[in-house]
């Protein structure tokens, strides 16, 4: 039976890394060009680095190709061909979707793509949720404004592809969006970690439904890296009685990696579709070996509308240094996404991490789901200030738990904090992706 | 697992497969119905070559085009 393959593609997904690096590079050089041929932009960054595309021979060759930012893409947009710009490497009239980034670190960046690119996009999820378990029969419920943003559009469209039943819960508000999912037995569901958590709430709270016995049996995280910090994985998993999985993607780069069944603690990187690089951040180096972290550069090999050629994604990753028991000979990145290289920042001369901070809170029992950091200037010293919820029905005592988060904070970040206590439902709820970490220093 | 597939012949069949559809397409000229769903069906083929004939042909030759 089809249902019982492991693998969406089991020969893709199983081939041995050699023959893997000589097909992506083969790839590799195949979107290089069509980027080189199709687009002002792109000839013009590599020519002005003296690169072309004969000058691609080995996997090596490949770290002398400019990286594109998406500063870039915001200069070059709003221009002809309306809207996309110079990057755009179809006729206008090829293009048959539209999607925006969040605009989470500046003006949006549109992308663009063709039919095929949206095929692509939902073959892409299609990995993602067969690895994950989704089979025809499951009942998918994603509860998400469907809109400019490209988030589970992909999501819908791949599970589709797969078979299954998908029930799109665009705008029914929270509540209704339970009701729903408790109405039609759904199996499986697909949101942030943020506004998973945030329904779980809302259900136990509002409708008096525990999220726990409900059908759902899968979820399929995006958006944020929750699902890859153990504490809040558990606290999802947990609250929903299903097995969480994450996956990574973004608008201009495609839904590039994925956890699957066997949860071994990091995400496989679709290396059939993608090239992923980590770069060192100091010294530039392309970091092969495991157990050293580095931003992502990445290649999107067969998506054409508006190609991504060793994008700087600025998410932070390492290799992992062992494999997965699923059998995917696809490489792991451990731990998932581990945090943004915009967000990573220095407070005391320390390097913090905002989902460290994560990790800690939702570790901890007696504090709710929501917390909130701030950065500030102190005179010459830096004050982090940590507000978390205290929930009050679990009989614990307060003391306990500041001296329990005091003391994992300081393991954790090496840093010490302010702690505001809040009443549980005082702090601010997010329905797609959340800000938590706010730094309040005048950056110069 | 994969020594049971051939995929030698798969990449074989979808690229007669190709070729068909690219020959229908052209006849669609004056026909949207005909035309635009085989821009679909095209998009569908090139997903069973990414799948399968990139990974049998990872010695292709450089086509300048997708």
Sequence with gaps: ?444 | MHQEIDIKEMSEKISSFRQNAQELKEMGAFFPALERNMVRIMASIKMLEINISDVMDSDYTQENTF
């Design chain 1, 1 to 444: 039976m089809i249902t019982d393959q492991p693998y969406w593609n089991p020969v893709l997904e199983t081939l041995d890394q050699e023959r893997l690096k000589i097909i992506q590079l083969k790839k590799f050089q195949r979107i290089f060009r069509w980027a080189y041929d199709h687009s002002l932009f792109h000839r013009r960054l590599y020519d002005k680095a003296g690169i072309c595309p004969e000058d691609i021979r080995s996997l090596e060759d490949i770290c002398h190709v400019p990286t594109v930012e998406k500063s870039m893409m915001r200069d070059i947009q709003r221009k002809e061909p309306f809207p996309y710009g110079e990057a755009l490497c179809v006729p206008l009239e090829d293009v048959t979707e539209f999607r925006q980034t969040s605009g989470t670190t500046g003006q949006p960046v549109y992308q663009p793509d063709t039919w095929q690119d949206w095929e692509w996009w939902s073959e892409c999820w299609s990995y993602i949720l067969w690895a994950q378990g989704y089979r025809p029969r499951d009942r998918v419920f994603i509860p998400f404004g469907y809109n400019i943003f490209v988030a589970f559009w992909a999501g819908h469209y791949g599970a589709e592809k797969i078979g299954c039943e998908v029930v799109p819960g665009g705008i029914l508000d929270t509540p209704a969006r339970i009701l729903k999912i408790q109405e039609l037995e759904a199996t499986a569901l697909m949101g942030t970690p943020t506004y998973l958590l945030n329904m779980a709430e809302v259900a136990l709270n509002q409708l008096e439904i525990d999220p726990a016995k409900l059908s759902i049996d899968k979820i399929t995280c995006a958006g944020e890296c929750g699902a890859s910090i153990p504490s809040t994985k558990k606290r999802i998993e947990t609250a929903w009685g299903a097995k969480v999985y994450d996956h990574a993607g973004a608008t201009e780069i495609g839904a590039w990696s994925y956890e699957c069944q066997a949860q071994s603690g990091g995400l496989h990187v679709n290396e059939g579709f993608f090239l992923v690089e980590i770069q060192d951040t100091e010294t530039g180096e392309i970091i092969s070996e495991p157990g050293r972290k580095g931003k992502m550069i990445i290649t999107a090999f067969d998506r054409i509308a508006q190609p991504c050629v060793r994008f700087d994604a600025k998410d932070i990753i390492e290799w992992a240094d062992y494999s997965c028991p699923c059998g995917r000979t696809y490489r792991l990145i451990k731990g998932g996404v581990l945090g943004r290289a915009d967000d990573i920042t220095k407070v005391k001369g320390v390097l913090l991490a905002p989902s460290a901070i994560e990790e800690v809170v939702r570790s901890i029992p007696g504090l709710g789901n929501e917390y909130e950091v701030i950065v500030e200037k102190e005179g010459d010293s830096d004050r982090i200030t940590l507000k978390v919820e205290l929930l009050s029905h679990q009989g614990l005592n307060k003391k306990e738990i500041e001296k329990n988060l005091i003391d994992h904070l300081r393991l954790k970040t090496n840093l010490r904090y302010k702690l505001e206590f809040h009443a549980s439902g005082e702090l601010p709820r997010y329905d797609v992706k959340a800000r938590r970490f706010k730094d309040l220093r005048t950056k110069f």
